[in-house]
C-alpha cells in the first residue's frame, strides 16, 4: 500500500459519487471513480486498489455480485453502501467478506473514518484469529466439530453454517458462560479493530440463533448481557 491510499468509489449516481469522491480526496485519499460494476472490474484489473466502496443497488451486475468477485480474487477490503431497507443485503454482504456497511444516508465523514481503521488494519497486516484444526465440543444437544467446521444436531444431522456464524459459535463455546463483548467477539471472529463493525457480530447472532434456538425470539442458548455482549449459557464438554 503506498503513502496515499488508493479507493474505488463505485456508485451508479453520480449525484451521490461525485461529491463524495471529492470529500474523500480533501481527506487525503486517491479515489477512482466507477458507475457500474463492468467498470469496477476495469479499474481493479488496471490499478492497485486498497479499497472498495461498493454501494449495492446498482443496474446490471449488483455490489453483492461484484463484493463476491473481490473476496474471491484477492484481500482487498470492500465496505458496502445501504439503503436502510436493505437488511438482508447487508447480512448477505457480511457474509461474503464485506469489512463494514454504511446505511444511506450516511455522514461522509464518518464514511472516512472507517475506511482509515480498515486501511491501519490491512497496513498493519492483521491476521485473523483461527479455530484449532481439531477438536469438538457438545452443548445442549448439539456437537461442534472443528476439524470439519461442522455443527450437528442430537440426530447426527449436519447443520450448514456460513464461515462467520462458524467462528461466532466457535468463540462462544470455547469460552462458555463468559460475557463476551462485541469488540471482543469481532477481535476472535474475524480479528477487526474498531467498534465501527460490532453490528456485525449483532447479524451474525441473530442468524445463528435461528439455526441452534428452539425460540429464536427467547434465546436460551445464546443471550445477550444488556450493556455488556453475549455469552453462552450452556454447560460445553470438550470431546
Known amino acids: 500500500m503506498g503513502d496515499t491510499p488508493h479507493i474505488l468509489l463505485v456508485d451508479d449516481e453520480r449525484s451521490i459519487r461525485e461529491p463524495l469522491a471529492q470529500f474523500l480526496t480533501k481527506q487525503g485519499f486517491r479515489v477512482t471513480q466507477a458507475g457500474d460494476a463492468e467498470g469496477a472490474r476495469m479499474r481493479l484489473a488496471a490499478y492497485a486498489i486498497d479499497l472498495v466502496i461498493l454501494d449495492i443497488m446498482m443496474p446490471g451486475e449488483d455490489g453483492l455480485s461484484l463484493c463476491r468477485h473481490i473476496r474471491g480474487t484477492g484481500e482487498i477490503p470492500v465496505i458496502l453502501l445501504t439503503a436502510k431497507t436493505e437488511e438482508t443485503d447487508r447480512i448477505v454482504g457480511l457474509e461474503i467478506g464485506a469489512d463494514d456497511y454504511v446505511v444511506k ?18 497496513a498493519a497486516g492483521g491476521a485473523r484469529q483461527h479455530a484449532p484444526a481439531s477438536g469438538s465440543f457438545a452443548f445442549a444437544g448439539w456437537v461442534l466439530k472443528s476439524g470439519e467446521r ?3 444436531d442430537r440426530e447426527g444431522v449436519s447443520v450448514p453454517l456460513s464461515t462467520g ?6 468463540a462462544l463455546v470455547t469460552r462458555p458462560r463468559q460475557v463476551l463483548t462485541r469488540d ?18 449483532d447479524n451474525q447472532v441473530s442468524r445463528l440463533r435461528r439455526k441452534i434456538e428452539t425460540d429464536p425470539k427467547n434465546p436460551e442458548l445464546i443471550k445477550t448481557v444488556w450493556g ?3 455469552t453462552l449459557a450452556a454447560e460445553v464438554t470438550r470431546l
Open 184 to 201: 471482543q467477539l469481532l477481535d476472535l471472529t474475524q480479528g477487526r479493530e474498531a467498534a465501527a463493525f460490532d453490528r456485525a457480530i
Open 150 to 152: 461442522a455443527l450437528v
Open 165 to 170: 456464524e462458524y467462528n461466532l459459535l466457535h
Open 105 to 122: 444516508p450516511f455522514s461522509p465523514r464518518e464514511l472516512a473514518a472507517r475506511a482509515k481503521v480498515i486501511l491501519r488494519r490491512a
Open 228 to 230: 455488556g455482549g453475549y
